[in-house]
């Protein structure tokens, strides 16, 4: 171990020993070369020198170039990919703000609609904004932003802006009401056929159809025939439309027959309503 240890320090003194003294003879020779011919010689040198250095340079510049092109490739890539990011997020704002917008100008075109209303056949009204309803209990039933503070009553009518038949009154509290839908099982409303003069109950089946029982079985209503309120109800004025039937369901003969409603209001896109005042 001694022994490299002291060859490793000659060869180190003897390297820095030949370095010196190679300096020293480039030196001499440089001053040489300028006191002989100044101009010529140290041109020469020169060259001399370049082309013995110029090849280590050439390969650290090739290097160095060859890393400034990796790296400006990694940085692109990597701005490219926040860009990305940048412009998808632009984008689902922008299709955000589209909805939004769709949504105030139904809400709008519904506003305009109620304010062109003086009343609603014959009986004046609150107008309210659909503030909840349940997934659980979607075609059952909505709450609204009227309430006690707005006089609100159990048993109130209550239409879309198109004046269609949508529900109930059920619940009053301060500041909202619960509203019955006509989609409900628990609804029951007595309708009348305009044009063949039929009387029958629409009840509700949880889902986008109405049910219309209790017609007689020579009736003569058909699919397409539109059913409102009966003025032999006591829950509704009369003549307000529910629905258009689009089905008949005749059973045995002597029995009643049945029928399929489609309701005029959209009721699973409800956004305002309509609420009659009849006292």
């Known amino acids: 171990m001694t022994y490299t240890t002291n060859n490793a320090r000659f060869n180190e003194q003897e390297h820095t020993k030949y370095s010196g003294w190679l300096c020293l003879i480039f030196l001499v020779i440089s001053l040489f070369l300028i006191i002989i011919s100044p101009r010529q010689s140290v041109e020469k040198f020169k060259y001399f020198v370049y082309s013995v250095v110029s090849p280590v340079p050439s390969a650290l510049t090739q290097m160095y170039i060859s890393i400034i092109s990796v790296g400006d490739g990694v940085i692109d890539v990597f701005f490219a990919k926040q860009e990305n990011r940048y412009l998808h997020k632009l984008v689902d704002t922008y299709q955000l703000r589209e909805q939004q917008l769709r949504e105030l100008e139904r809400d709008n075109a519904s506003l305009r609609k109620m304010l062109n209303l003086s009343d609603v056949n014959g009986f004046s009204f609150t107008a309210a904004r659909v503030i909840m309803r349940d997934p659980q209990t979607w075609f059952q039933s909505i709450y609204v932003d009227r309430g006690k503070d707005a006089g609100l009553s159990v048993g109130a009518p209550v239409l879309d802006t198109n004046k269609n038949l949508v529900g109930q009154?059920?619940?009053?509290?301060?500041?909202?009401?619960?509203i019955l839908l006509i989609s409900d099982t628990l609804s029951a409303v007595v309708t009348s056929c305009p044009r063949t003069s039929d009387d029958g109950v629409i009840a509700g089946a949880n889902n986008h159809l109405?049910?219309?029982?209790y017609l007689n079985t020579?009736?003569?209503?058909?699919?397409?025939?539109?059913?409102?309120?009966?003025?032999s109800s006591s829950s509704f004025p009369p003549g307000i439309p529910v629905g258009e039937v689009v089905r008949i369901e005749r059973k045995e003969k002597n029995s009643l027959t049945n029928a399929f409603v489609r309701p005029y209001a959209k009721l699973s896109s409800l956004h305002n309503v309509i609420i009659l005042n009849l006292r």
């Open 210 to 213: 109405l049910y219309l029982r």
């Open 218 to 231: 020579d009736s003569q209503v058909q699919p397409g025939d539109t059913m409102v309120t009966s003025r």
């Open 169 to 178: 009154v059920i619940e009053v509290m301060g500041k909202k009401s619960r």
